[in-house]
Structure formats: C-alpha cells, structure tokens
C-alpha cells in the first residue's frame, strides 16, 4: 500500500509531518492493505489568509483500490491532528462498508451483468435502488440493484492523536455528506458496469439519482448511450416494462 503525503504552500513540517500522518493512515488502513493499491492524503490550511479561525485545517483522503473507483472523504478541524484523525476513520468506515457490500451483493445476484451489444435498456433510479429493464427477442429481463448509502454515519471513537472526538470541532454534516456522496458513486459505477454493453439507455426516475447517473455515464465516455432521461415516480415492474417498450418501439 503506497502512501502519498500532499501539503500545501502553508503547512509547516513537512517531513515530520508525512512520518506521522503516513503512520496514522497506515495504522487505519492495514486490515485493508491487500486491496489498496495507493492511498494520497491533502493537507492545507483553508484559511491561511485570514486570523485565527475554527476548522481551518483540511484533510482529504482518497485511497485506490483494486477494481472500484477512488473512494475519498473530507474532513476540516482545529488542528491538522484532528482533521488527519477524523479523515482516517472516515475513510476507513467507507472502505468497510464499501467492500462489505459489494461482497454480499456479489454472493447474492444471480443475474449475469449485461454482456450484449446491440441491447436496448431502461432503467428505474432513486438513490435507494435502480429496476433495470433489458429488452430481448425473448421477451424482457428485469434486474434489480439496491444501494446501502448510509443516512446515519457512526461518529468516530477517540482520536490516537488528540483525545476525545467531543474536542475535535469536526464539521459533521459536511463530512458525512462526503461519505455520502462517495457511497452514491460506487453504487452508480456498480449499475454503470452492469449497464455499460447496451447500445442504447432510457432513465427515467423521480429525483436527482436519474441526473446524477447520467453524469456519472459521461464521465466514463458512453453517455452518448443515453437516449432519454425522464422524471418518472414510482412504477410498478409492468409499467416500467411497458413505457421501456413504448419507447424503443416508437
């Protein structure tokens, strides 16, 4: 597991500072050490401009690991031992929980990721679960893939470095949005790699996640599969199979 430790122009120590923070991350992270490939931590001072000031220190860590895409969290506190901390138990409690899930989506599905070309497909998104209709000559196949974006994050235990978290001044609901958001994006790269193959995708849904999967589909190169997006509520399975199958026959 490679360790990259980023400062910025503001931040002092800079050699010290890297032993000690790669040995926070590495402590945090070595359960995990077999499916890290590389793991880059960013430390800046926020508010180098002005005086004084809460939460001025900011830490990012984005750690790579072997099949998904880079999952990163945010933290910002009083001090960079306290954004460093609260970063790495972020960041670890998203790799478990990434890697939990998909090991028990994994052991669970029995439907193959779609594998043809040439295959029409809409699709059913909140940012609970995604109804993927696939249409064939045989008839249609309906698959179903749920996500498990923690609302309720557990707050982090006392820091190895600088006591308890009641002292850490941690802006919470920014973190956890975070965490949030890169929990939202494994689940729309686990539908992108199911989904990937057709040549042609309708999404239709009733919030954001419809908007936030077709950005995520142009930010792998195939959102010029995407022939419609529509704001749809709630569907039952025949009626989504059938307004897929009014759409492609138009």
């Not at 052991?107 to 609970?128: A, C, E, F, V, Y």
């Amino acid at each position: 597991m490679q360790i990259q430790i980023h400062t910025g122009h503001n931040i002092e120590g800079h050699e010290a500072l890297a032993t000690q923070v790669s040995g926070v991350v590495e402590e945090s992270l070595s359960r995990f050490s077999d499916r890290i490939t590389s793991v880059n931590v960013h430390l800046s001072d926020v508010n180098s401009d002005k005086k004084g000031g809460d939460n001025d220190m900011r830490c990012v860590i984005e750690a790579r690991l072997e099949g998904l895409q880079p999952l990163a969290v945010t933290n910002q506190a009083a001090t960079l031992d306290q954004a460093v901390d609260g970063a790495a138990e972020e960041v670890t409690h998203l790799i478990e929980h990434t890697l939990g899930r998909r090991s028990h989506e994994a052991s669970h599905r029995t439907d193959p990721p779609l594998s043809r070309m040439n295959t029409q497909l809409g699709l059913w998104i909140d940012q609970n679960k995604a109804t993927i209709v696939t249409v064939t000559e045989q008839g249609e196949e309906i698959s179903e893939i749920l996500a498990d974006a923690e609302k309720q994050l557990r707050r982090p235990g006392d820091s190895p470095l600088k006591g308890s978290y009641e002292a850490l001044q941690v802006p919470a609901d920014y973190s956890r949005q975070r965490v949030l958001t890169a929990e939202l994006n494994t689940y729309y790269d686990e539908i992108i790699g199911y989904i990937r193959d057709a040549s042609s995708i309708l999404i239709l849904g009733p919030g954001v996640a419809k908007h936030e999967l077709q950005k995520r589909l142009e930010e792998n190169h195939i959102g010029a599969k995407v022939v419609g997006v529509e704001t749809v509520d709630n569907l039952t399975e025949p009626q989504l199979v059938a307004k897929v199958r009014q759409h492609f026959a138009a």
